[in-house]
C-alpha cells in the first residue's frame, strides 16, 4: 500500500511539473505572438508614416531607377543619400545639415560614401543657378536635394532615407546611447537645454541629445566640415551596430516607433525583404569614406566651400567604379532626360 501511495504521489508531482512546463510554454508563447502582433502593426504603421516617394517615383515612364525587382535583387548595386534635416523653425522644408551619398555593391561586398559639406556651392537644377547644397533642400525639399546631387557626382540616386533632428536623439537613445572616440577637447552647445558640454579628449558615452551636438559641432574642427564628416560616419555606424546587436532586439518596437514618426523614406516595403538580406551578407564591410577637398570662399559675404576639381572627378570616379557599369547606363539615361546647364564650380 505504502509503495503504492508513493507511486501515485510521484506520479502527481510529474504531473504537475508537466502542466507547470506547459503552462510556462503557453505563456511564452502567448507573449511571443502579442509581441508578433504588436510589431507588425507598428511595422505598418511605421511604414505607412515613414514612405515618401521621390516626383520621379510617381512616373510610370521614368526608369532611370534602379528597384529591387528581380530574383537577383539582393545581387544589385545601387546608391542611398542619408539626410539629416535641420527644420527647427518648422518651415515647409527646413535645411539639409547632413549629407551623405552612398554605393553599396553587394557582389563586391563594397559600400562607397561621401559626405557633402552643407555650405558646398554647386549649381542647383530646379533652380537654374548656383548655390548652397543646403538650399536646395530648403526650396524644394529631398526632389531638388537628389536632382542637384545627381547633376554634382554624376551618378543615379535610386533610395534615400532622411531624418530630422528629434529623430536622431530619438533613435541613438533607444538603442541605449553610443560610444564615441573624441579627437579633441571641444564644447558644444546642447539642442533644446541650449546648455554647453565639454566633449573630453577619448572615449565617452553619449546620449542622444549629446550625440546630436557632437556630429553638428564643426567651427571648432581643426578640419573642418572634414572633421565632421568622419565623427558623422562614426557615430552612423555606432548606432548599426547596435541597433542589429541582440540586446536591442527588445526594443525593435521603439525602434520601429521612432523611425516610423521621424523618418522619410521611398523604399517601398515590398524591397525591404531584399534589402535586409542584402545587408546580412555586407554588414561586416568596412565603409570606404571618400573625401570631398575643397577651398573655403566667401562671395558678398556668404561662406562657401568650394570642391577641387581634381577631387571631385575622383570621387565621382570611386563611386562610378563601386557600381560597375550600372552607374554609368543609368546615368546616360538621366542625362538624356534633363535639359540643365552645365555644371561650373569655382567660377
Not at 539582393?74 to 527646413?94: H, P, R, V, W
Not at 556630429?215 to 572633421?227: E, Q, W
Amino acid at each position: 500500500m505504502a509503495t503504492s501511495r508513493r507511486i501515485k504521489r510521484k506520479s502527481k508531482t510529474r504531473r504537475k511539473i508537466l502542466y507547470t512546463v506547459l503552462i510556462v510554454l503557453m505563456v511564452m508563447l502567448s507573449g511571443v505572438i502579442v509581441f508578433a502582433t504588436n510589431l507588425s502593426l507598428q511595422t505598418k504603421n511605421a511604414i505607412t508614416k515613414m514612405y515618401e516617394p521621390l516626383d520621379r517615383d510617381t512616373d510610370k515612364n521614368n526608369n532611370s531607377t534602379k528597384k529591387f525587382n528581380s530574383a537577383k535583387a539582393e545581387d544589385s548595386a545601387f546608391t542611398m543619400l542619408i539626410a539629416g534635416i535641420d527644420n527647427q523653425e518648422k518651415a515647409k522644408y527646413g535645411r539639409s545639415d547632413v549629407l551623405m551619398v552612398a554605393t553599396v555593391n553587394p557582389k563586391t561586398e563594397k559600400i562607397s560614401m561621401v559626405s557633402i559639406p552643407r555650405d558646398t556651392r554647386v549649381y542647383i537644377p530646379d533652380l537654374r543657378y548656383e548655390d548652397k547644397i543646403n538650399h536646395a533642400y530648403a526650396f524644394g525639399g529631398i526632389n531638388y536635394t537628389i536632382n542637384t546631387l545627381e547633376k554634382l557626382l554624376d551618378i543615379p540616386i535610386d533610395y534615400y532615407v532622411s531624418t530630422d533632428f528629434q529623430g536622431f536623439e530619438d533613435i541613438v537613445n533607444t538603442v541605449g546611447g553610443v560610444d564615441v572616440d573624441v579627437p579633441f577637447t571641444f564644447k558644444a552647445q546642447l539642442t533644446g537645454s541650449l546648455k554647453w558640454m565639454t566633449y573630453t579628449k577619448g572615449s565617452m558615452f553619449l546620449n542622444g541629445n549629446e550625440a546630436l551636438a557632437y556630429v553638428r559641432m564643426r567651427k571648432k574642427d581643426p578640419l573642418g566640415d572634414l572633421g565632421r564628416n568622419e565623427r558623422q560616419r562614426k557615430v552612423i555606424q555606432e548606432i548599426i551596430n547596435k541597433a542589429t546587436s541582440l540586446s536591442n532586439v527588445t526594443k525593435i518596437d521603439d525602434m520601429i516607433k521612432d523611425v516610423g514618426n521621424n523618418v522619410k523614406t521611398n523604399i517601398p516595403s515590398s524591397e525591404y525583404f531584399s534589402l535586409i538580406k542584402m545587408y546580412q551578407k555586407i554588414k561586416s564591410s568596412p565603409i570606404e569614406q571618400l573625401q570631398l577637398e575643397g577651398n573655403d570662399d566667401t562671395r558678398k559675404g556668404i561662406y562657401y566651400y568650394i570642391p577641387k576639381d581634381d577631387s571631385l572627378e575622383e570621387v565621382k570616379r570611386q563611386l562610378k567604379l563601386n557600381l560597375d557599369d550600372f552607374g554609368q547606363n543609368a546615368q546616360s539615361e538621366i542625362n538624356t532626360s534633363k535639359s540643365v546647364t552645365d555644371l561650373t564650380i569655382g567660377e
